[in-house]
């Protein structure tokens, strides 16, 4: 099963989502939907998901707002709701323990 893991950036919430995803046994990729993210969603990688997971509810907004042309075409849907913007007051321990406990509850996939 492949598992496309997005934040705004790709390069904090969504790369920790993706590495405890593998760790559990599955085929798993990480990207940003921002217009300025550091590793950017391709629409090849949401064509090949069986599984699309967004950390966060603005992450849903802003795909399917601002990114017209990337269409979500992925077999599922999940949305978390782990937030990072309070970082560094929000300790990276906790934000990743929350993305656990939430794609926990979804699991297996």
């Keep these: 099963m492949k598992v496309l893991c997005l934040c705004m950036n790709g390069v904090n919430r969504s790369k920790y989502l993706a590495g405890y995803l593998h760790q559990q046994g599955y085929c798993s990729e990480y990207g940003g939907v921002g217009s300025n993210a550091q590793n950017p969603i391709t629409q090849e990688s949401i064509n090949i998901a069986d599984v699309?997971?967004?950390?966060?509810?603005l992450v849903t907004r802003?795909?399917?707002?601002?990114?017209?042309?990337?269409?979500?075409?992925?077999?599922?849907?999940?949305?978390?709701?782990?937030?990072?913007?309070?970082?560094?007051?929000?300790?990276?321990d906790v934000v990743n323990s929350d993305l656990e406990k939430q794609i926990n509850r979804h699991l297996p996939l």
């Design 62 to 92: 802003f795909l399917h707002q601002s990114l017209t042309g990337l269409r979500n075409t992925a077999k599922r849907y999940i949305e978390l709701n782990v937030s990072d913007t309070n970082l560094p007051d929000r300790n990276r």
């Design 52 to 57: 699309a997971i967004a950390v966060h509810p």
